[in-house]
């Protein structure tokens, strides 16, 4: 007796092609996957990724989507994964998205902010000049230790770097108590640096003076005005140390945005972030281990001139990814309550049930405020 199996029609998700037996399934699964343009996306069959990584497996993993890894391989930039034309085409890309990391200030002494003088952000400061009032500060500070057992952070230093990757503030910050570990394998720093350090009431009067720009802090929480967006990796701890606040739409936090987490949702290290996404090198699929090729941070002593310059990079290099964005979408982004998320609450179910597949994914919203959307402030 012969058996004819049919294979009923299944309903299938063109962002990230999952099947679903009934219609009422695959609405569901839009409600919480939240496809959008801002997702990372394959160069080759477009499929939808919910991080880098998922899409660094998806192009290169051991189970790699073979025709994908294939084309991809040929053709493909392994840092910021995208897919060209030509070999030639992405040779020449390679030469300018594959960094070196950047020379560290080092540990020496430096003198701080001269107190006497009002903190601009156009005048010099430890002889460094910025001439151009950049929309963004990456921010980094490091801690000692204070408490019985050393575990209490306290902020010893702190570098402010704008976009031009130009020192706009450094100092080494007095602890408000008696510093028991000064932590100086990871650190760098001693008793001699703190000897005459800054206060720490003034620091966080000079870092919010450069981070407000002159706007008020009602305005600044309402819309942002003209506060600079504030760039870091893991920024609570940051902020924490330095016993500030700022607006939480101005941060743009590395440890936090989605599609640079793992694909379990959690934080990568800065170290990681940066060779991964800024300077590894390829050949043949294989990772080159060439020094001066890599882009290392953080190989012994902890430099916060070196990780602010590596965050605004990252940051940078997410901001101008180009999503083709249109009409609403572009035009409030400006406005950081701008909505996000699930924007099926506002159908009734047997609208969606009419709706094929790829119409409901143009109408779905990304749960996250993509960081391209601040290239748009820039124009």
Not at 58 to 71: D, E, F, R, V
Not at 181 to 207: C, F, N, W
Not at 214 to 237: C, F, Q, T, Y
Request: charged share 25%; net charge neutral; aromatic share 6%.
């Amino acid at each position: 007796m012969a058996y004819i199996f049919v294979c009923a029609s299944r309903h299938k998700c063109t962002a990230c092609f999952k099947q679903y037996k009934k219609k009422e399934h695959l609405i569901e699964h839009m409600k919480v996957s939240c496809h959008s343009a801002h997702e990372p996306k394959c160069g080759v069959c477009q499929k939808h990724c919910k991080s880098y990584e998922s899409l660094r497996e998806h192009l290169t993993g051991p189970l790699a989507k073979a025709n994908c890894s294939t084309i991809f391989a040929d053709r493909g930039c392994k840092l910021c994964l995208k897919l060209f034309d030509t070999p030639s085409s992405l040779s020449e890309h390679r030469e300018v998205c594959c960094l070196n990391g950047p020379a560290p200030l080092g540990t020496m002494k430096m003198p701080h902010t001269n107190s006497q003088r009002d903190v601009d952000i156009s005048t010099s400061m430890n002889g460094f000049c910025s001439t151009i009032a950049p929309e963004a500060i990456a921010l980094d500070c490091e801690m000692v230790g204070g408490g019985s057992d050393g575990s209490l952070d306290l902020c010893a230093r702190v570098c402010l770097v704008d976009e031009d990757e130009k020192l706009v503030f450094h100092a080494y910050v007095l602890p408000q108590i008696p510093v028991t570990d000064y932590r100086s394998e990871v650190t760098g720093i001693t008793e001699e640096h703190l000897k005459d350090a800054m206060p720490l009431t003034e620091v966080q009067e000079k870092v919010l003076r450069i981070l407000y720009n002159g706007e008020s802090i009602g305005k600044a929480r309402l819309d942002g005005g003209k506060a600079r967006l504030l760039v870091g990796h893991s920024l609570e701890n940051d902020l924490d140390c330095l016993r500030m606040s700022y607006p939480d739409h101005l941060l743009r936090d590395t440890a936090k945005y989605r599609p640079l987490l793992k694909t379990n949702f959690s934080s990568h290290s800065l170290k990681y972030l940066t060779r991964e996404y800024l300077g590894q090198m390829f050949l043949h699929g294989r990772k080159i281990a060439i020094l001066h090729d890599m882009y290392d941070i953080q190989l012994g002593v902890h430099d916060p001139y070196e990780d602010c310059v590596s965050v605004m990079r990252l940051y940078k290099r997410m901001r101008s990814q180009d999503h083709q964005l249109e009409g609403i979408e572009s035009s409030s982004a400006n406005q950081h309550s701008q909505g996000f998320g699930n924007v099926f609450e506002t159908w009734k179910p047997n609208e969606m049930k009419q709706m094929m597949p790829n119409e409901l994914v143009a109408v779905s919203k990304s749960n996250y405020r993509c960081w391209c959307l601040d290239s748009l402030l820039k124009s």
